[in-house]
C-alpha cells in the first residue's frame, strides 16, 4: 500500500498512524569543517553550504565568471562559455557604480581578478601568474541622488574608489536629466534641438503636452522636485529607476568606444524586480530587464549583470572581508514631499520598498527565496519586437493598445452621470479626443499606471509640470508616429479606392 498502512488492519478499528517510509536518508553534513575543501574550518554558513574563507571567495568567483564570460565571448561552443577567459575587446567597459554592495563588491572582483588593464601600462607578466587584461580601459559612473533623498553625497567616496584602482570616474546627478548641456559636457555633441519646454499635465487621465518656451527661472533641481510632487508617492521610486536608466545608458551611447555597461544588480535586487515588476504591470518587457545580456537599442553596446547569481548579503560579505564601505540603503521610498496617502506595514509607501522588505523578511526563514523566483524569472521569454515602438519614459519596447487594456481592468475617473452629451468613454478614458497632442498614448502599460496613479490636485498652479528633455524628445517623435498612423487610417479608404481602379 503506498500509504503505508500495515496490511490487514480491520477496517472500523482506529489506525495506527504510520509515516511514509523516507525514500533517501537525509545526508547529515558537518558544518563544523568546510564542505569544499573539506579540512579547513567554517568561516561562513550560507544556503549553498558552510565555506572557509578561501573557498567562500572561490564559490563566489566561479558564479561571478559564469554570469561575465557567455556575453564576452559570443558564438563560443557552450561547454567551453565559463572555461576560458574572452579576449581582449574592442571598446572600454563603464561600470555603474552605485556605493551598495553588489556594485562595490562586482568592481573588486574585477580588479582583483586582473580583467581591467592596469592604468600604469604595465605589461602582464604570464610568468608571475598574471592573466591577459579583458578591457584596456574602464570608467566608473556614479548617479548622486543626495538632491532628492537628502541623504549625504557620496560622489567624492566613489571618485576615491575608482582613482585608487586606476579607473576613470564619471559623476553624475539625478537632476542632471533637465540639463541641456549634459551630451555635449559627456563630450558627445548635441543631437537635437532643446525639447525642454515640453510640459504636461498630470491632473487628466489622457496626460495632455503642450509645448512651452523654457523659463530659465527655475533650476533643474526644482524641476526634478515638482515633477517628483506632482506624482503620488508611489511612483516616485519607479520615475528614479527610469532617470538612472536613461542617464546610465545616455553616459554608455555617448563616451567614447564603450562596448560593455556593467551593472552590479544582484540576485535579490533581481528577485524584487520579478515581484514588483509584474504587480506594476511591467510583465512584457520584464525578460528584457533580467536578462544579463541586453544591446541597447540603436548601438552595439551590450549591458550586462554579471553578479546575478550572487546574493546581496553574500556582496555584503565579500566587501566585508576585503574592507570596502558600502552604503545598501537608496532612500527612494522618502523622497518627495508626504501626502495623504497612508503607508503600508513597515512604512513601505511603494510596492518597490514593500516588495523588498516582503523578499527580505521571508528569506530568513526560506533561504531559497531569492533563488526560487529568479528561476521563475529566468524562464520569461519575451514575446514581442525589439524594433518595434518605444516608450519615451522607460524607454523599454512598448505592447500596442496599452490605454485599451487599463480601460478594461481599471476606472480611472467618473463620468457625469447627469450629462447625456460628451466625447465617448471607456471605463473614464476619453477615446473620442484627439490623441495628438496626449502623452498616455505613447506610454508603455507600467509607465501609464505610474504615471496616471494620482490624478490629484498635488500640482499647483495650471497643474502643468515640466518632463525631463529626454522623454520630450521622444514624445514628439512618438506623436508623429501616431499622427501618421491616424492619417493613414483616415484615408484608408481612398488608397484602397485608388488600388482598385
Ligand atoms: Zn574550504
Ligand atoms: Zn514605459
Known sequence: M??????????????????????????????????????????????????????????????????LHPPLRPGAVKSTLTLYRPVVQSGQALIAVSGGAGSVAMLDMLMSRGYISRSDGAATNRTKGQKEAVWDKATVVYVEFASVTGR??????????????????????VEDVYDAGLVSWLGGSERNA???????????PNLPVSQEPTTSNTTPVERLQSLLASLPPASRPSLLSHILDHLLTLAALTLPNVSQLLLGETATRLAQRVISGTALGRGWTLPLELSNSFTLPDSQIVRMKPMKEISVKEAALWCRIHGLETVNYRGWDDVGPKGKEGRAKGGAASLEALTEQF???????????????????????????????????????????????????????LTDPHSSLGS?????????????????????????????????????????VNLPPWVGQRVSTSQRMVAREQMREEIADFLLATEEE
Open 359 to 413: 523578499i527580505a523578511g521571508l528569506s530568513t526563514t526560506h533561504p531559497s527565496t531569492v533563488s526560487t523566483i529568479n528561476r521563475t524569472g529566468d524562464k520569461l521569454v519575451f514575446p514581442g519586437d525589439t524594433s518595434g515602438p518605444i516608450c519615451p519614459l522607460c524607454e523599454m519596447p512598448t505592447e500596442p493598445d496599452a490605454m485599451r487594456w487599463k480601460a478594461r481592468t481599471a476606472l480611472t475617473s
Open 2 to 67: 503506498s500509504c503505508g498502512n500495515p496490511e490487514g488492519a480491520v477496517e472500523g478499528e482506529e489506525k495506527e498512524e504510520v509515516l511514509m517510509p523516507t525514500s533517501r536518508p537525509v545526508r547529515r553534513v558537518d558544518k563544523a569543517i568546510c564542505n569544499r575543501c573539506k579540512k579547513a574550518k567554517t568561516s561562513f554558513i550560507f544556503r549553498q553550504g558552510a565555506y572557509c574563507s578561501p573557498c567562500y571567495e572561490i564559490s563566489l568567483r566561479s558564479r561571478f565568471i559564469r554570469q
Open 152 to 173: 549625504d553625497e557620496r560622489t567624492e567616496d566613489i571618485r576615491k574608489l575608482s582613482e585608487d584602482r586606476g579607473l576613470g570616474f564619471i559623476g553624475l546627478k
Open 424 to 464: 465617448p468613454t471607456i471605463a473614464g478614458i476619453h477615446t473620442g479626443d484627439s490623441t495628438h497632442d496626449n502623452f498616455a498614448p505613447t506610454l508603455c502599460y507600467a509607465c501609464l499606471t505610474t504615471l496616471s496613479g494620482g490624478a490629484t490636485d498635488r500640482t499647483t498652479g495650471d497643474g502643468m
Open 194 to 204: 532643446d525639447t525642454s519646454g515640453v510640459k504636461v499635465n498630470f491632473q487628466q
